[in-house]
């Protein structure tokens, strides 16, 4: 037998956790108001969740790297109320498109082909404006995206956002620069860092929840190692002074920043960058919260959402 291979007692301990995991993941998109549908945009398939109030403006939420549209599923039940909800799977990311489109051709993960993919998608459903709410990787998304397709927008809310040169580098450079990467898990264990690094409030999951994330981690290892590359080169032209300034100068929408004050992944100083360009932005910042606040502090978001976008 390959050493890649389980033993029959492995396997059926896996498919096990797995039925677990979907049943459990069903009940809260279930919880949130939530549906799961499939689209084809080109030659792209799209995984995504839709609920909330018909009728009402949409909010569109992009979620980061290595993740999925699931990192929304609370914030999301916070907000379904008085909004239509849409949190997207990316190409590359969840139950989209992974490595290829639908024709075998490699995709491109970077940061403008992600915002243009973003904005394909919501024409072909028939939305003209959403209030974009972005993580990290899809924050430096969200970026792009408003001063590409401005027009589309009703507000922007960048949650510990990427896409800028920090004046502080974070600790995760800083381990980036030696050659580690605590975001890509490769081996046992390696899950366990990547949450105690990215969260400093964690919520709650149940058995075997933690397990089975960890063994799609590993699975995807070489493929966000692509992804990441690729965003590494999104980041060298976006993190040109020049090129940084003029994409937030272009962006005069309603915008709101929210960080984790403890966010080992993304310094908060980031936030210093976009106040000094951005005509129309506010900040929010959370004591005790780290790099993904939509997941340790969902109703926390959710209000500094609310007192936004009832401001604007």
Do not use: C
């Amino acid at each position: 037998m390959s050493s890649h291979q389980p033993s029959r007692l492995q396997a059926a301990l896996w498919k096990m956790q797995d039925g677990f995991y979907n049943a459990a993941i069903k009940m809260e998109r279930s919880r949130a108001g939530l549906q799961l549908e499939q689209i084809s945009v080109g030659n792209i398939n799209f995984s995504l969740l839709r609920g909330g109030k018909p009728g009402a403006e949409t909010i569109l939420m992009v979620h980061g790297f290595g993740a999925d549209k699931d990192n929304w599923i609370h914030l999301a039940g916070q907000l379904g109320d008085q909004y239509q909800i849409l949190a997207v799977d990316l190409a590359g990311h969840g139950e989209s498109s992974q490595e290829s489109d639908n024709q075998g051709n490699p995709l491109n993960f970077e940061i403008p082909a992600q915002a243009d993919r973003i904005k394909a998608l919501l024409d072909q459903l028939g939305i003209a404006k959403v209030h974009f709410i972005g993580n990290s990787m899809g924050g430096a998304i969200g970026l792009q995206f408003a001063a590409s397709h401005q027009d589309a927008l009703h507000t922007l809310m960048l949650v510990d956002n990427a896409g800028i040169e920090s004046p502080v580098q974070s600790e995760f450079f800083q381990l980036l620069e030696k050659g580690e990467n605590p975001l890509i898990a490769r081996e046992k264990g390696d899950y366990e860092v990547l949450m105690s690094f990215v969260m400093s409030k964690r919520p709650f999951m149940p058995w075997p929840v933690p397990a089975v994330l960890e063994r799609k981690a590993i699975a995807r290892a070489a493929l966000n190692d692509t992804i990441f590359a690729d965003m590494l080169k999104s980041r060298d032209e976006m993190g040109n002074p020049e090129q940084i300034e003029a994409i937030l100068a272009a962006i005069t929408v309603p915008s709101l920043v929210i960080w984790g004050e403890e966010d080992r992944v993304l310094d908060i100083s980031s936030i210093e960058v976009m106040a000094k360009y951005m005509p129309n932005l506010k900040s929010v910042t959370l004591p005790g919260i780290g790099h993904v606040p939509m997941l340790e502090a969902p109703k926390k978001v959710a209000t500094a959402f609310r007192q936004f976008a009832g401001s604007v």
